[in-house]
């Protein structure tokens, strides 16, 4: 991508959050469906964090070893031939990414900007919140890692965010499915925690206390 289309998907990804949101949306959360975008998150994954890709890129949808190998090439041939910067995260998100995963970038920005929590779901949701949090720092507490993918990069970047994930259920896939189960954990957690009752609240008296 160009700068000019990195930051116009960003902008569609911050329209998408404040409609979310302008409906009455108090919690978000972030998938993606698509095919050979894991190449360009991985690619985006070892320029944030320093791994090498034959750790960062995994076996997607389920291809073969001999398959995953040609992805590590092209990750390699991507982090060599691209110019970027990491300390310009634009500039990398641009030069790695692609349109969806600036859309995602921009979805999860205006979401945090906007004081909602985001429910990251899968690799690609992980990879793109951590450029939101290269371009603002601030907006990492916003973040919930909903589950502990099984592609491979997934442990890398929810160690880089510093997020532990609610669930383990051995999904692989960034479809928005973990998200769901996030959000509605979150969600019984908060209830939870504001409604229900102690034994103060509830007029009970310990046996021996007045």
């Not at 911050?14 to 698509?34: H, K, M, Q, S």
């Not at 929810?158 to 051995?170: E, I, M, Y």
Request: glycine fraction near 14%; hydrophobic fraction near 50%; charge should be neutral.
């Amino acid at each position: 991508m160009t700068r000019a289309e990195a930051n116009a998907a960003m902008r569609v990804g911050g329209r998408t959050a404040d409609e979310c949101i302008d409906a009455g949306a108090r919690i978000v959360g972030t998938g993606e469906i698509g095919i050979g975008n894991t190449t360009s998150a991985a690619a985006m994954t070892c320029a944030m964090t320093g791994f090498p890709p034959d750790e960062v890129v995994g076996h997607g949808t389920g291809i073969a070893e001999a398959v995953r190998l040609r992805k590590v090439a092209v990750v390699e041939d991507a982090l060599r031939l691209r110019t970027f910067n990491t300390g310009d995260a634009v500039g990398l998100l641009a030069a790695l990414g692609g349109l969806e995963l600036a859309a995602l970038v921009g979805f999860e920005l205006r979401a945090a900007e906007r004081g909602i929590p985001v429910v990251l779901d899968g690799f690609l949701a992980g990879a793109s919140a951590l450029v939101a949090r290269a371009m603002r720092p601030e907006v990492g507490r916003f973040f919930v890692a909903s589950h502990a993918s099984n592609e491979r990069a997934s442990a890398i970047v929810l160690t880089a965010l510093g997020l532990t994930p609610l669930l383990s259920l051995g999904m692989r896939l960034g479809e928005g499915t973990g998200a769901v189960l996030g959000i509605e954990l979150v969600r019984s957690a908060v209830a939870l925690q504001c409604q229900m009752a102690t034994f103060a609240t509830a007029g009970v008296r310990l046996r021996g206390h007045a």
